[in-house]
């Protein structure tokens, strides 16, 4: 009777150790199959941070006076030949009745531009010409910087409220002027746009008469 239990005892020990063993094997198994697959979506999560692609930054435009200085326009005097570029968005007034010149400026009025020519009737030299702007400059107001060369001269002065520049070529024909007034509360902002307009400033031909 001993040895019958004994048997019995055995034979389940024998058949719960196979059914445990197997069913490790089935766990082992089933946990290595999930495995590659949640590695596999990790990696795939990993390429596709890697490749995402970076956002760009829109460069912003500043300051858009510059810009639109930057272009310009040409006025061309048809009578003494002389000719000036200024910025586009100025606006130019109507010639004068004789045909000598005219008046640019913005529409803010700040600032103000006025070509001309005349025929040098007098024999007038550039010294001649020169002397006389700057005495007109002291009547006027503070002088400023002047200078003389052979065939030119520049005269800047001030009356408190505007900055006046006056560039004036001189030929035994006719003399072409540049006259600038700005206020002088603009003198920083115009200080680039006035030295814009005097490299603009063609005076054309001062041997003859017109």
């Known amino acids: 009777m ?12 024998i058949v719960g150790l196979t059914v445990g063993v197997g069913l490790g094997v089935g766990v082992v198994m089933l946990v290595n199959h999930d495995s590659p697959t949640k590695n596999q979506a990790e990696i795939t999560s990993s390429q596709a941070k890697t490749t995402e692609t970076p956002k760009q930054e829109v460069a912003v435009q500043e300051n858009q006076e510059t810009a639109n200085t930057s272009e310009l326009s040409t006025y061309r005097n048809a009578r003494f030949g002389f000719s000036i570029r200024y910025p586009s968005t100025w606006v130019k007034g109507k010639e004068s009745v004789n045909g000598d010149g005219c008046i640019i400026s913005p529409q803010d009025g700040t600032i103000e531009v006025t070509v001309s020519g005349s025929n040098n ?9 020169y002397y006389r702007t700057l005495n007109m400059a002291k009547q006027k107001g503070i002088p400023g910087f ?9 005269v800047t002065y001030t009356d408190g409220t505007f900055i006046y520049y006056v560039k004036g070529f001189v030929g035994v024909g006719s003399e072409n002027t540049l006259y600038i007034k700005y206020l002088q509360s603009k003198k920083e902002q115009y200080q680039d746009v006035v030295q814009q307009l005097e490299n603009g400033f063609n005076h054309g031909n001062l041997d003859t008469g017109h």
């Open 2 to 13: 001993v040895i019958e239990i004994t048997k019995k005892h055995i034979i389940a020990a």
């Open 146 to 154: 002047h200078t003389l060369s052979d065939d030119w001269y520049v």
């Open 121 to 129: 009737t007098l024999n007038e030299t550039s010294q001649n010409a």
